[in-house]
């Protein structure tokens, strides 16, 4: 397998991806309409929206978590020394883009995203020096605790900020 030359080329273009999902807002009737035009009708717009008003805690915020796992894991490989700066700079990522959400119209940041951020960040730092070490049991009590996690800053969310102009959000 080919050895990545620069990772900072990865790093930089999940970066962005970042940025550009927190740039944009999507309705959950645009959703619904979206999903219905896709399925070509077979998944009606009204039947999408009550299931997604059922489970968007554990798609939007568990992305959260993801989101933020992969950006450590991957400046995890372009610091190959010490697992500090990249776990420093992804956190700074994460409130920065908090921080930036206040500024779109219709999205708002809150501490508790922040702190999904963090747990993908430190469950992705954990796993990658000592996920060996570890029992397929202990593997999965932590994947529980995770989705624990994501349910509990989902349902009650904290720390609203008010930084920007945008307006506050439901979800």
């Given at each position: ?5 620069s ?6 273009v999940w ?6 999902t927190?740039?944009?807002?999507v309705t ?7 999903v219905?035009w ?15 008003l ?7 915020k ?16 372009a610091?190959?020394k ?7 700079i ?12 206040t ?33 397929r049991?202990?593997?999965?009590l ?30």
């Amino acid at each position: 397998m080919a050895r990545l030359k620069s990772p900072w080329i990865v790093v930089a273009v999940w970066f962005g991806l970042i940025f550009l999902t927190s740039n944009g807002l999507v309705t959950v009737a645009e959703l619904s309409q979206a999903v219905a035009w896709i399925s070509g009708g077979r998944v009606p717009a009204e039947g999408f929206k009550q299931f997604w008003l059922q489970i968007w805690w554990f798609v939007v915020k568990g992305w959260h978590v993801a989101e933020f796992a992969a950006l450590f894991l991957l400046l995890r490989l372009a610091f190959k020394k010490s697992i500090w700066p990249p776990i420093a700079i992804a956190a700074l990522i994460a409130v920065s883009d908090e921080i930036h959400q206040t500024y779109i119209p219709g999205r708002g940041g809150r501490l508790s995203d922040v702190c999904l951020d963090l747990v993908g960040i430190l469950v992705a730092a954990y796993l990658s020096e000592n996920g060996s070490k570890l029992t397929r049991l202990q593997k999965v009590l932590i994947a529980l605790g995770v989705v624990g996690l994501i349910y509990v800053f989902a349902m009650f969310p904290f720390g609203q900020l008010n930084l920007g102009r945008a307006s506050q959000t439901g979800l």
